[in-house]
């Protein structure tokens, strides 16, 4: 029997969607603070998370980082916010659907069954998931070399892929100019032009992922050193 675990702190809601989910047959845990949702997430044995947005203690967007960074079972983010930035923020961080209150319990139903299944074909099939990197509203598909920014797919060369994911990869890390080219080009003898490669290469990579490329909040510049990424 799959087990579901509900963090949601309006009792009357919480309650409904246990009262539908244990007659479709699945077993339900119900938390209502955000820390003790989180506990539970990662100390549980859940096999699918229906989490609220809004909070006490902690939002669902914090909890669904955190999960992430242990767990990749299904996560169903519900909120009453309608706005397209909350969808794509909650997305970005791994969410695996977004659900608007007030919606039908039996479409929730439908959907947790959905995303079960999904996720059993996947593991039962010893299909192999996509190796994904996941820091701050960027996510990393390795696998696929696909990236995205707080949801959005964003194109990216070969080689601005391959650096990107180095950077990310190794957080925290100082990499001089000249490792960078080492590392990414495979070319020990390094000329200037090949240093102004690594620096223009940076930069379109920060026009792509940063909200504002003049003050970079993941790739920072280490005057006299490097480059390092943030986290």
Not at 191 to 197: F, N, P, R
Request: aromatic share 8%; net charge negative; with cysteine.
């Amino acid at each position: 029997m799959n087990r579901i675990l509900i963090i949601e702190d309006e009792e009357a809601i919480a309650e409904l969607e246990k009262d539908y989910l244990e007659l479709s047959g699945f077993e339900v845990a119900l938390e209502n603070t955000g820390d003790k949702g989180l506990k539970a997430a990662l100390e549980g044995d859940c096999d699918l998370i229906i989490l609220d947005l809004m909070l006490p203690g902690m939002d669902g967007f914090e909890i669904c980082r955190r999960v992430r960074t242990k767990k990749d079972i299904p996560i169903i983010m519900v909120s009453a916010k309608k706005e397209d930035i909350d969808k794509i923020r909650g997305l970005g961080l791994g969410a695996d659907d977004y659900m608007t209150k007030p919606f039908s319990p039996s479409e929730l139903v439908a959907r947790v069954k959905a995303h079960l299944a999904r996720y059993e074909r996947l593991v039962g099939s010893g299909v192999k998931a996509n190796e994904i990197i996941e820091i701050r509203g960027i996510k990393i598909d390795k696998t696929a070399r696909r990236v995205y920014v707080n949801g959005e797919e964003k194109a990216f060369t070969t080689k601005e892929f391959d650096l990107l994911t180095f950077l990310a990869e190794n957080p925290n890390h100082v990499f001089s100019k000249e490792e960078l080219f080492d590392k990414i080009w495979d070319m020990r003898h390094v000329t200037d032009h090949d240093i102004a490669t690594v620096t223009v290469h940076i930069k379109k990579i920060r026009e792509k992922i940063e909200l504002n490329s003049s003050k970079p909040q993941y790739i920072e510049t280490i005057w006299g050193v490097g480059y390092r990424f943030k986290v």
